[in-house]
């Protein structure tokens, strides 16, 4: 692991709205443009419901957590990622201090904007 | 509106708190939306640290809205998210919430006009009585009715 090394990505094909509900219960969220078009629609925000934040840089978590354990990250949200969206969740690493590893990451929407840019350090798994 | 002057005021500020628990069959959930793979035994998905300093707050998203004399209806967002782990978050352990407002700052953009910037910080503390998550998100206010200085 280097410095400058891109970490293989990972994609999310087609953001789901069912794993919308499932991360609505959990998180206790009553914001109707998680779950209902309609609701989206009328706020002018188009046809699709919009992905929670929590998903968004739960992504890129779990690129990082096959390298090792976060320890830190800090996120920027930019813009939203909808229903039926492609996202790429990627990361470069910018630091290596032993066993603990610092990446510039984001959440890409395909075809669109960045949704998400961050960094994280993970302690290398041994 | 709040003045500016009342949101500096704020800056300090202590929120009920409560307690968190991460269930397994909770990260399971959360894993499962994620698409993610099973993590490490006993050990919760780093993204629940999200949802668990939410949840310990003691407050609604609304009530924690209002102190800022903001509610849904003026369009909050969350800006920025951050998170620091002395100790990975465990299933199936009881942490004490305490959250304190680290910073609020009034701000105006050329496109954006006035809104206001508020940090959070959440301490999850656990049976050893050591922090071990501390959670750090940054909520966006639009003032929409201040006049941009």
């Not at chain 2, 640290?49 to 707050?57: E, H, M, P, S, T």
């Not at chain 2, 609304?62 to 102190?67: G, I, K, T, Y």
């Not at chain 2, 656990?126 to 201040?146: E, K, L, M, N, Q």
């Amino acid at each position: 692991m280097r410095v400058g090394d891109l970490l293989p990505e990972r994609v999310v094909e087609s953001v789901d709205p069912e794993k919308m509900k499932i991360a609505a219960a959990l998180l206790r969220d009553p914001n109707m443009i998680h779950l209902d078009p309609a609701v989206t629609e009328k706020l002018g925000m188009g046809s699709r419901v919009v992905n929670q934040g929590p998903l968004n840089l739960g992504y890129i978590h779990t690129l990082l957590e096959e390298y090792g354990r976060v320890v830190a990250s800090r996120f920027r949200f930019h813009g939203n990622v909808f229903a039926g969206d492609r996202v790429v969740a990627g990361g470069r690493v910018t630091a290596v201090d032993g066993d603990l590893v610092d990446y510039e990451v984001w959440l890409d929407v395909t075809g669109g904007a960045r949704a998400v840019s961050g960094t994280v350090r993970i302690r290398r798994a041994r | 509106m709040i003045t500016e002057e009342e949101l500096a005021g704020t800056v300090g500020h202590s929120m009920p708190g409560g307690t968190a628990r991460v269930e397994h069959y909770a990260d399971w959930l959360l894993r499962d939306a994620l698409g993610a793979p099973p993590g490490e035994p006993g050990l919760a998905h780093p993204t629940f640290a999200f949802l668990a300093a939410q949840g310990g707050v003691g407050l609604s998203l609304e009530e924690v809205f209002a102190v800022f004399g903001a509610s849904s209806a003026d369009g909050p967002m969350l800006g920025e998210w951050a998170v620091d782990f002395a100790e990975p978050l465990r299933l199936d352990v009881d942490y004490a919430v305490t959250c304190v407002v680290e910073s609020a700052r009034r701000k105006t953009g050329a496109r954006t006009g006035v809104f206001d910037l508020v940090t959070v910080r959440i301490e999850l503390t656990g049976p050893d009585g050591t922090v071990h998550v501390t959670v750090r998100p940054t909520y966006v206010f639009p003032r929409r009715s201040a006049v941009s200085a």
